[in-house]
């Protein structure tokens, strides 16, 4: 669809082109500022734990399963938001901001009205350090953004972007504007999309012509990888029926070969959503259900691939082998070879494994570490194979908001190497964000 070949983009700069050939966008180069990074917990902490924000705003990095790490590991992509205590409003816009881990720098590339409280802009890394993409709201559309770190030119695209092919070849996404609703009645779930903007047509019943679009970044042809009718189809579970239906999480593997997809039905004058787990490989095809809806109603949260793009994590309650408490789980993308992880502690938070499954990171939700007895939420390492547990830190995050949107989760990630982790906290009630070095401890 042609567009008018000028407008304002969410910084206010000037955009040239159509989407069908990608927007190019001219910014003002700013340059890194210099601040100092500043030690946490340091007798109390496993590793070397430090701020890595400065003390001028309220930062955040992405989700628990993507790396806020560049491919060399010398930079973190980060946002910083322009408040905490409120509804993420479009027009106000967040920074995409990029810290120098060596020099201790920060530089703002580009400022976005698409983002959310829990994955704030969705920064992901292209395949090298050049290349960083976000979100933003561009003609009436949210799309991808890139912006090339070298020569400073940004370039829109023409489809949303929830997660990027790890090769860079393309990104996918269900529209953004449809996860995020709180105006005019939950779609999803408020904090991972965009803020509501222009006319957004909810969803009825399952279409053929919506569901999760995949944009070639080469070509910039956006198109249904899998659209909502054909996972309907698939799913064929008659609790469905009269459900309107979402996608929300989309996932690449590592290796770039499947894609895992939440699937939610959501009935007409409720906001609750009723998932499933699909799976596929990257070109749509070969669908398998790793996790049915009634195997998730029993309770579970946070699927996350395995480092071998084969298996699935996630906080899954077992009830179809006797258990009653959310337990660390893996699967593998077709259902099959089901594993309680640990039984010795209930499954919570935010949980990844590094590559040779000996250690499983996680957090948790303020009420479930304060029932614990923690003052702060823990950053959870748990040996696999010894049961054993240690807190990386402890970290506030209980801030006095008051709705659930505007909380802050840890949401820890390792590094590429997994000898770093990466987590959100709120020291002082601000928002900021953390890197533990564990190289003399794992």
Same mark, same amino acid.
């Given at each position: 669809?042609?567009?008018?070949?000028?407008?304002? *983009?969410?910084?206010?700069?000037?955009?040239?082109?159509?989407?069908?050939?990608?927007?190019? +966008?001219?910014?003002?180069?700013?340059?890194?500022?210099?601040?100092?990074?500043?030690?946490?917990?340091?007798?109390? %902490?496993?590793?070397?734990?430090?701020?890595?924000?400065?003390?001028?705003?309220?930062?955040?990095?992405? #989700?628990?399963?993507?790396?806020?790490? &560049?491919?060399?590991?010398?930079?973190?992509?980060?946002?910083? $938001?322009?408040?905490?205590?409120?509804?993420? *409003?479009?027009?106000?816009?967040?920074?995409?901001?990029?810290?120098?881990?060596?020099?201790?720098?920060?530089?703002?590339?580009?400022? *976005?009205?698409?983002?959310?409280?829990? !994955?704030?802009?969705?920064?992901?890394?292209?395949?090298?350090?050049?290349?960083?993409?976000?979100?933003?709201? +561009?003609?009436?559309?949210?799309?991808?953004?890139? +912006?090339?770190? /070298?020569? @400073?030119?940004?370039?829109? #695209?023409?489809? =949303?972007?929830?997660?990027?092919?790890?090769?860079?070849?393309?990104?996918?996404?269900?529209?953004?504007?449809?996860?995020?609703?709180?105006?005019?009645?939950?779609?999803?779930?408020?904090?991972?999309?965009? =803020? =509501? #903007?222009?006319?957004?047509?909810?969803?009825?019943?399952?279409?053929?012509?919506?569901?999760?679009?995949?944009?070639?970044?080469?070509?910039?042809?956006?198109? $249904? !990888?899998?659209?909502?009718?054909?996972?309907?189809?698939?799913?064929?579970? =008659?609790?469905?029926?009269?459900?309107?239906?979402?996608?929300?999480?989309?996932?690449?593997?590592?290796?770039? *070969?499947?894609?895992?997809?939440?699937?939610?039905?959501?009935?007409?004058?409720?906001?609750?959503?009723?998932?499933?787990? $699909?799976?596929?490989?990257?070109?749509?095809?070969?669908?398998?259900?790793?996790?049915?809806?009634?195997?998730?109603?029993?309770?579970?949260?946070?699927?996350?691939?395995?480092?071998?793009? /084969?298996?699935?994590?996630?906080?899954?309650?077992?009830?179809?082998?006797?258990?009653?408490?959310?337990?660390?789980? %893996?699967?593998?993308?077709?259902?099959?070879?089901?594993?309680?992880? &640990?039984?010795?502690?209930?499954?919570?938070?935010?949980? &990844?494994?590094?590559?040779? %499954?000996?250690?499983?990171? &996680?957090?948790?939700?303020?009420?479930?570490?304060?029932?614990?007895?923690? @003052?702060?939420?823990?950053?959870? $390492?748990?040996?696999?194979?010894?049961?054993? /547990?240690?807190?990386?830190?402890?970290?506030?995050?209980?801030?006095?908001?008051? /709705? %659930?949107?505007?909380?802050?989760?840890?949401?820890?990630?390792?590094?590429?190497?997994?000898?770093?982790?990466?987590?959100?906290?709120?020291?002082?009630?601000?928002?900021?964000?953390?890197?533990?070095?564990?190289?003399?401890?794992?």
């Amino acid at each position: 669809m042609k567009r008018r070949n000028f407008l304002r *983009t969410s910084a206010g700069l000037l955009a040239v082109g159509t989407f069908a050939k990608g927007f190019s +966008i001219q910014r003002m180069q700013a340059s890194p500022r210099k601040f100092a990074f500043r030690n946490y917990q340091e007798k109390a %902490s496993v590793g070397n734990v430090k701020i890595v924000t400065p003390d001028d705003g309220y930062y955040i990095h992405t #989700f628990f399963d993507v790396c806020p790490f &560049s491919p060399s590991q010398k930079f973190l992509a980060v946002n910083k $938001l322009p408040y905490q205590d409120r509804h993420a *409003t479009y027009g106000d816009t967040a920074d995409v901001c990029i810290i120098d881990l060596e020099n201790e720098t920060i530089e703002t590339v580009y400022s *976005t009205k698409g983002w959310g409280y829990q !994955l704030g802009a969705n920064i992901n890394w292209g395949s090298t350090d050049r290349y960083l993409y976000t979100n933003d709201i +561009i003609a009436n559309q949210a799309v991808c953004v890139r +912006i090339d770190l /070298e020569t @400073k030119a940004i370039k829109a #695209f023409a489809g =949303p972007m929830y997660h990027m092919a790890p090769d860079e070849s393309a990104v996918i996404g269900f529209p953004l504007e449809m996860i995020d609703g709180y105006q005019d009645g939950n779609a999803t779930q408020v904090g991972y999309g965009v =803020p =509501p #903007f222009g006319d957004r047509k909810d969803i009825t019943g399952a279409p053929a012509d919506q569901g999760l679009w995949q944009t070639d970044l080469a070509t910039n042809q956006t198109g $249904l !990888l899998l659209n909502l009718k054909e996972a309907f189809s698939f799913i064929d579970d =008659p609790f469905y029926q009269g459900a309107n239906c979402y996608f929300f999480h989309s996932k690449y593997n590592m290796q770039g *070969t499947r894609i895992f997809q939440v699937f939610r039905g959501v009935f007409p004058g409720s906001a609750k959503y009723h998932p499933t787990l $699909l799976s596929f490989t990257s070109d749509g095809t070969d669908l398998h259900k790793p996790l049915s809806r009634e195997q998730w109603a029993h309770g579970g949260n946070h699927p996350n691939w395995h480092p071998d793009g /084969e298996r699935i994590i996630m906080n899954v309650t077992p009830a179809w082998l006797g258990e009653k408490q959310m337990r660390f789980c %893996s699967f593998h993308y077709t259902g099959a070879d089901f594993k309680i992880l &640990s039984t010795k502690y209930t499954g919570s938070g935010h949980p &990844s494994v590094d590559a040779t %499954s000996s250690y499983l990171l &996680s957090d948790y939700y303020v009420g479930e570490y304060r029932k614990l007895g923690y @003052k702060d939420c823990p950053i959870r $390492l748990i040996h696999l194979s010894t049961g054993e /547990e240690v807190a990386i830190c402890e970290v506030f995050t209980d801030l006095d908001i008051r /709705e %659930s949107t505007f909380r802050i989760d840890p949401h820890p990630v390792w590094s590429r190497d997994y000898k770093r982790v990466c987590f959100n906290g709120a020291p002082g009630g601000v928002r900021q964000v953390f890197v533990a070095d564990l190289n003399g401890f794992l």
